[in-house]
């Protein structure tokens, strides 16, 4: 844990990796070392089940700018689903 | 030095080490075969996890005379691929300081045990594992010298503080009881070169005996040949740094 940045949340959702599809109920965001790509720190997303511990693992590793276009796309989208769909936003 | 008509052999396994909590924490332990006396080594790994770099690495100290042990210090975490093991600890907020340090401890412990020990014991650790052997070597006796290799967070501003991580490494530096070997890379993020400076400014107003070496062309793991921050010069003058401060130290 070099860095130590790393922040979680309950959310509701599912994702599909190699398993299939399964529920998540909890992120983890974090800037850290990546596993996998080659750079010293990345923004680390692992959606997970938290009810099976070290279960499957949805993981993304991203450049910062990529996870800023990501966050900045993800705003887009709900400002534009809260208008088709002001009741899921309440 | 190893010379060609030497006999060279090892035995390298994963066996289990008591530690101070009860558990037995699984380790994964290469010494060299003959009847020593061996000096031992004991290997806290990075942050990516109890992976096969430090598999390796454990072998390359026992190719080296070291009795060399490499506890899981994520046992706990549970069991599964490094990584996603890696990612577990991450999410609940790192392994604690404590709990790292009476792992380190054990397996210093565990070598000093051994019949065929010449009763010097080391520590090597990169990223937190280097800043877990500093804080382990500093907070309990026993190792007889550390190396540091671009260990993050030793210097702790009072916001990154956590009840992991109650107290900066560089806190307890006034009870660190062994000399330290420290390798940076100058494009290092953490630590960067101004931390390893304040680390540095420490172990000289507490009289310490230590050896800092700052690579230029060089940021965090360069001795890690599968991944892109590997820089072979930096890494094969390090690697006989290493070598030459612990045979200085440990016979």
């Known amino acids: 844990m070099c860095t130590m940045i790393a922040e979680k949340t309950a959310v509701t959702g599912c994702g599909k990796g190699t398993p299939g599809w399964m529920q998540i109920n909890q992120v983890t965001v974090s800037y850290d070392h990546p596993s996998e790509m080659t750079l010293e720190h990345a923004l680390n997303i692992d959606f997970v089940d938290a009810s099976q511990k070290l279960g499957p693992r949805i993981a993304v590793e991203l450049t910062p700018d990529s996870a800023q276009r990501l966050v900045e796309l993800i705003n887009v989208a709900l400002e534009k689903g809260a208008v088709v769909d002001p009741v899921a936003f309440e | 030095m190893y010379t060609t008509d030497m006999y060279e052999g090892m035995i390298a396994e994963t066996i289990t080490v008591q530690v101070e909590d009860g558990t037995a924490i699984n380790a ?122 671009w260990g993050g967070r030793v210097v702790m501003d009072d916001s990154e503080l956590t009840e992991n991580n109650p107290v900066a490494p560089i806190d307890y530096t006034s009870g660190l009881s062994c000399p330290v070997l420290g390798l940076f890379g100058e494009e290092d993020t953490s630590p960067s070169p101004e931390q390893v400076a304040i680390h540095e400014t420490a172990l000289k107003e507490h009289g310490k005996d230590y050896e800092f070496h700052m690579y230029a062309g060089a940021g965090h793991g360069f001795f890690y040949y599968d991944r892109a921050p590997y820089r072979q010069e930096q890494a094969v003058d390090g690697w006989q740094k290493v070598f030459a401060f612990l045979a200085k130290h440990l016979g």
């Open chain 2, 28 to 149: 994964y332990f290469a010494r060299p075969l003959g009847p020593g006396p061996h000096p031992g080594m004991v290997l806290a790994h990075h942050m990516p996890g109890w992976d096969e770099w430090y598999r390796e690495c454990a072998r390359k100290f026992a190719h080296h005379g070291y009795a060399t042990i490499s506890p899981d210090l994520y046992h706990r975490v549970g069991h599964a691929s490094p990584e996603d093991v890696a990612a577990h600890a991450r999410s609940v907020g790192g392994i604690p300081d404590d709990q790292a340090v009476g792992d380190l401890a054990a397996s210093m412990r565990y070598l000093r045990s051994l019949p065929n020990s010449n009763g010097k014991v080391g520590a090597f650790g990169t990223c937190s594992g280097g800043r877990h052997v500093v804080l382990a070597a500093s907070r309990v006796a026993g190792f007889d010298a550390v190396v540091d290799c």
